[in-house]
């Protein structure tokens, strides 16, 4: 079953300048918690489409994947899926006030099946939106 949370904030900061943020990679490790590398897989850095290897630490396992650039609007909207099949995604979403830029920050993804995916369900959706605020507060932080 795909679960979709949705938090917003206001940053002190345009649209142009939360967008060349929140989709350089070199800088989205530094406000996603648990994401520690995150490497170009391919010639393309930036733009739907380009591809890159993951290194993502939750609790004490860590994963390796791949995550894409599915969307991408320059000043208004980019999401990060991983790709390979995995219904993972983060998906930035700008909108330009004049007190700077309000940021809409949604995560999809699917819950594990099954008895232990219903018991689970409710602490996984917390520590997504634990995450999902404090992606924010980060950005918030950084512009």
Known sequence: MSTRIQLSATVA?????????????????????????????????TGTGALFDAVMKIGPSTFHSKVEITEYEPDRRVTWAASGGQAQAVTFDLDPIPS??????????????????????????????????????RLEQQL
């Open 100 to 137: 700077g830029t309000r940021v809409v920050v949604e995560v999809r993804y699917e819950r594990p099946g099954g008895l232990a995916g219903s018991l689970l369900a409710p602490a996984i959706e917390q520590t997504v939106r634990v995450r999902a605020r404090g992606a924010l507060r």
């Open 13 to 45: 900061a345009s649209a142009a300048a939360v967008f060349a943020r929140v989709t350089d990679y070199s800088n989205v490790p530094a406000f996603i918690e648990g994401l520690q590398l995150l490497t170009p897989a391919g010639l393309a850095t």
